[in-house]
């Protein structure tokens, strides 16, 4: 009788061992599904798990305007749509609606801009014309004739925006003692020459050269086609090297478009020169992708961003953007027609977009590759990709459309002169982001 007694009581430590560890099992299962128990219902209710980051961190995180953490963090929510802000002391509100789903994490990394900026002066002595690389580490420009300027400034200079190794100097270089003013330039596909216009004809000036030319001897119209015909297939080569990762079907859509590739390359602006729809399913669109309103009917005129691996395409631009003839048109315009005359061209007019009347908005992307630079006269934004939470990071005077971040974010290049009038030559400057 003991020893039957004995055997019923393991067999129900048994039975109840066993379910209390596939109950524990169970739970554990639906809790990294994202279910959450509910005290009301005893029932396990669906989740979404929401993780946010940002940068710097230490932000305040509301939902529906309910504080619920601080970054970084990972927070439970029910499937619903969310009103989502982030506050930080001294850093501009950064605010989206986001869908969180069942069984999903929605993860989003927020680069967090400061609501008042420093300004710092790079130069002292008057910039002008200042052009970005094509690898986008160094700016090329002028400094003029003027009362601010010596004769050991006046020239075309280089500045390294990139991070450089230990020993190396990041102070500009002269690499041409040549006054500026009637000159204009462009860099060449390596970012090791500058393409240079004067009222002679063009020239091209190495930029590593050790012994800065005091004059610039302009090529033959011949040796001038030959430069730019080696610069185009450089040119060329480069860009069919990312334009073919693109879906083939996108391929077949944006070969008429001028596409501009993110930093990272997983992404593409471009404005829409006619009406097309992109289809579904180019890609295969992973879990806690973006939630954010797509348009894949594409509206000519209007500017959107494709992202390659979520298979979203975003509104980011409705509207007229600046443009202008570039200096590689006008070269090679010049060199077909065999002369190297051209119009006297003050290089101020190379940073003039279109005419005065015409839009000067201007496009670009932000290092982050998350981030897209808007340009307008008097202010500088910067939105997220998907054409969301758009923020005014610099206000007031400086020359439009320039504005070139460092490639590490933490600050963004601008030409002004703090709006002492239009005869004054300004200066670069750097605006915080940090």
């Known amino acids: 009788m003991y020893t039957y007694a004995m055997t019923r009581v393991r067999g129900l430590l048994f039975l109840l061992t066993s379910l209390f560890v596939l109950g524990v099992g169970y739970a554990v299962i639906q809790i990294a599904k994202g279910y959450r128990f509910d005290t009301k219902t005893l029932t396990f209710r669906p989740s979404g798990l929401f993780v946010v980051t940002s940068s710097p961190d230490g932000a305040q995180v509301l939902v529906n305007g309910k504080l619920e953490s601080a970054t970084n963090a990972t927070i439970s929510l029910p499937p619903d749509r969310y009103e989502i802000e982030l506050k930080k002391e001294g850093f501009l509100t950064w605010k989206k609606t986001i869908t969180i789903k069942k069984e999903e994490v929605t993860k989003i990394d927020v680069s967090l801009f400061p609501a008042a900026p420093s300004l710092s002066a790079l130069t002292f002595a008057g910039a002008v014309g200042p052009v970005l690389s094509e690898d986008g580490t160094k700016i090329a420009y002028g400094v003029p004739i003027?009362?601010?300027?010596?004769?050991?400034?006046?020239?075309?200079?280089?500045?390294?925006?990139?991070?450089?190794?230990?020993?190396?100097?990041?102070?500009?270089?002269?690499?041409?003692?040549?006054?500026?003013?009637?000159?204009?330039?462009?860099?060449?596909?390596?970012?090791?020459?500058?393409?240079?216009?004067?009222?002679?004809?063009?020239?091209?000036?190495?930029?590593?050269?050790?012994?800065?030319?005091?004059?610039?001897?302009?090529?033959?119209?011949?040796?001038?086609?030959?430069?730019?015909?080696?610069?185009?297939?450089?040119?060329?080569?480069?860009?069919?090297?990312?334009?073919?990762?693109?879906?083939?079907?996108?391929?077949?859509?944006?070969?008429?478009?001028?596409?501009?590739?993110?930093?990272?390359?997983?992404?593409?602006?471009?404005?829409?020169?006619?009406?097309?729809?992109?289809?579904?399913?180019?890609?295969?669109?992973?879990?806690?992708?973006?939630?954010?309103?797509?348009?894949?009917?594409?509206?000519?005129?209007?500017?959107?961003?494709?992202?390659?691996?979520?298979?979203?395409?975003?509104?980011?631009?409705?509207?007229?953007?600046?443009?202008?003839?570039?200096?590689?048109?006008?070269?090679s315009e010049s060199a077909a027609?065999?002369?190297?005359?051209?119009?006297?061209?003050?290089?101020?007019?190379?940073?003039?977009?279109?005419?005065?009347?015409?839009?000067?908005?201007?496009?670009?992307?932000?290092?982050?590759?998350?981030h897209l630079i808007l340009t307008e006269s008097g202010k500088i934004l910067i939105q997220d990709y998907d054409g969301t939470n758009p923020q005014t990071v610099y206000a007031g005077p400086y020359t439009a459309p320039f504005a070139i971040p460092l490639p590490n974010t933490s600050r963004l290049l601008i030409l002004t002169n703090l709006g002492a009038g239009g005869e004054v030559v300004g200066n670069l400057y750097a605006v915080s982001l940090r």
């Not at 004769?151 to 500045?159: A, T």
């Not at 209007?302 to 003839?325: I, M, R």
């Not at 061209?345 to 201007?362: A, Q, Y």
């Open 337 to 370: 027609q065999g002369s190297q005359k051209t119009r006297s061209v003050r290089v101020s007019d190379n940073l003039k977009i279109g005419k005065s009347d015409s839009p000067n908005t201007l496009i670009s992307w932000f290092p982050t590759s998350n």
């Open 146 to 331: 003027s009362e601010k300027a010596d004769e050991e400034k006046v020239g075309i200079w280089v500045m390294e925006l990139g991070d450089l190794p230990i020993g190396f100097s990041r102070d500009p270089r002269r690499v041409a003692s040549v006054d500026p003013t009637d000159l204009s330039w462009a860099w060449s596909p390596d970012s090791r020459e500058l393409l240079v216009r004067s009222s002679q004809g063009f020239s091209v000036l190495d930029v590593n050269s050790p012994t800065p030319p005091t004059a610039l001897a302009p090529i033959t119209s011949l040796a001038l086609s030959e430069t730019l015909k080696d610069w185009q297939e450089e040119s060329d080569k480069k860009y069919m090297e990312k334009f073919e990762k693109l879906p083939k079907t996108l391929r077949d859509l944006l070969k008429n478009q001028k596409v501009e590739f993110s930093p990272d390359k997983n992404k593409v602006f471009y404005t829409a020169k006619a009406e097309f729809l992109i289809p579904e399913g180019l890609a295969i669109s992973l879990p806690g992708s973006s939630t954010q309103n797509e348009e894949r009917a594409v509206k000519s005129g209007n500017t959107y961003v494709y992202d390659l691996k979520e298979d979203k395409n975003f509104l980011v631009f409705s509207g007229e953007l600046a443009g202008a003839k570039s200096l590689f048109e006008e070269a």
